[in-house]
């Protein structure tokens, strides 16, 4: 993988809390908050980018992600206005409803281990955003490239710079 984009349809599920449990048998377990839909998320992210990597890198990677979430109705007119921001609509989602930006960041670079690169540690430059999916369905925008020479020469004159 030197480059690689991909659209990942659906709405995102935020990477929570580990929560102890009991299973059935009496045995203790960690399981995660964002339960099944969580799965079926970091799921479907592993599924649209596992046929684009032929082998997962073991190189620095560099992510970008951008989630679009969905816009609550309350933030269009009625009536006739009904497909029409209202003016006091928010630029962004900053609401609890949808997610916090590093859980989501989370569930996406453990949905990538494995697939992408080896292990998450290997992520040395992230950029998230979280946007209104004003056009189009819910959805996450993912970027991958690996670091290749010119982003080390540059990280190091942007240190000595520092």
């Not at 299973?23 to 592993?46: E, M, Q």
Request: aromatic content about 4%; glycine content about 10%; some cysteine.
């Amino acid at each position: 993988m030197t480059v690689l984009a991909v659209t990942i349809e659906g709405s995102a599920s935020p990477q929570g809390a580990l929560i102890a449990g009991t299973r059935k048998d009496g045995r203790r377990l960690l399981r995660n908050r964002g339960g099944d839909a969580l799965v079926k998320w970091r799921g479907s992210i592993a599924d649209a980018v596992r046929p684009l990597v032929e082998t997962p890198t073991a190189d620095p990677v560099l992510v970008d992600a951008c989630f679009y979430v969905r816009r609550p109705a309350c933030h269009f007119g009625t009536g006739r206005n009904a497909h029409t921001l209202r003016s006091s609509a928010p630029a962004f989602p900053t609401k609890r409803g949808t997610g916090d930006l590093d859980k989501l960041a989370r569930a996406v670079l453990d949905a990538l281990t494995g697939c992408a690169f080896l292990d998450d540690s290997q992520v040395v430059d992230l950029r998230c955003r979280k946007r209104y999916a004003d056009t189009g369905a819910p959805r996450l925008e993912l970027g991958l490239r690996q670091v290749g020479e010119i982003d080390a020469l540059y990280c190091r004159e942007v240190d000595r710079a520092a």
